[in-house]
């Protein structure tokens, strides 16, 4: 079965500085999906970056970019010039490329951000 | 467009009754999975429609159940509620089931607060 790790389960960054949350994960598989969600305090779970498992390129979107790692197992969350509202729960998940009856997707305990004035 | 709804948002029910949990899926949206986070837990897979069929379900007993309508709206439904059953019950839509489609993203409605007292 696959298993999602986030080692920290409290980070603080700068407003303005650059932080980036660690996320480790067991699979088998080859093909498979990695997702960061955010969860801020209203608790809706918001998409903030994917990565396909195939793709080599690290995904980016505006100020968030990856570092995925596939030998490693490692999909690390960059956010740059850190904003209040980035302050959320950030969950790292995984999901399979296939039908895998039991699971679907597959999140980690969750890194709670807060962001310093 | 619209976003996943999820009805009610709060719940506050009392041990062996049972509660319904209504999720309307974003317009176009065939899949809907279904979520239970707790504190201890953590986000766990419940399980997950598409076209009104069960294609995947995750490790809670026969007490909790689903079903999606032919407008891809979906219901949850918890029998005998315990204790334990007091989570945040989140929805999430996408266009397609996973494997279908390397593009499909998850997207999560606000949740449910159900409180068993």
């Known amino acids: 079965a696959q298993t999602v790790t986030q080692s920290q389960p409290e980070m603080s960054v700068q407003e303005a500085e650059t932080v980036t949350l660690s996320c480790t994960y067991d699979?088998?598989?080859?093909?498979?999906?990695l997702f960061w969600y955010k969860q801020p305090p209203s608790r809706q779970m918001i998409l903030v970056i994917r990565?396909?498992?195939?793709?080599?390129q690290n995904a980016t979107e505006n100020r968030f970019s990856v570092n995925f790692q596939k030998a490693a197992k490692s999909f690390s969350l960059k956010i740059s010039d850190s904003q209040l509202g980035d302050a959320a729960m950030y969950f790292c998940?995984?999901?399979?490329?296939?039908?895998?009856?039991?699971?679907?997707?597959?999140f980690g305990p969750g890194t709670r951000l807060s962001v310093l004035p | 467009k619209a976003g996943v709804t999820q009805t009610p948002r709060y719940l506050i029910k009392t041990r062996g009754q049972q509660v319904t949990l209504s999720c309307s899926p974003i317009?176009?949206?065939?899949?809907v999975s279904w979520y239970q986070q707790t504190p201890g837990q953590g986000l766990q897979f419940l399980f997950e429609?598409?076209?009104?069929?069960?294609?995947n379900k995750g490790n809670f007993p026969g007490r909790f159940s689903g079903r999606q309508f032919s407008n891809s709206r979906s219901e949850m439904n918890v029998s005998t509620l315990e204790l334990g059953d007091s989570a945040l019950y989140l929805c999430?839509?996408?266009?397609?089931?996973?494997?279908?489609?390397?593009?499909?993203?998850?997207?999560f409605g606000p949740g449910t607060r159900l409180l068993v007292l």
């Open positions: 429609y598409f076209s009104e069929t069960q294609r």
């Open positions: 317009s176009g949206h065939r899949s």
């Open positions: 998940a995984y999901r399979s490329d296939r039908d895998n009856y039991g699971q679907n997707f597959v």
């Open positions: 990565q396909e498992a195939y793709k080599q």
């Open positions: 999430a839509s996408s266009l397609r089931p996973p494997g279908q489609d390397f593009q499909e993203t998850q997207y």
């Open positions: 699979t088998s598989e080859s093909d498979y999906y």
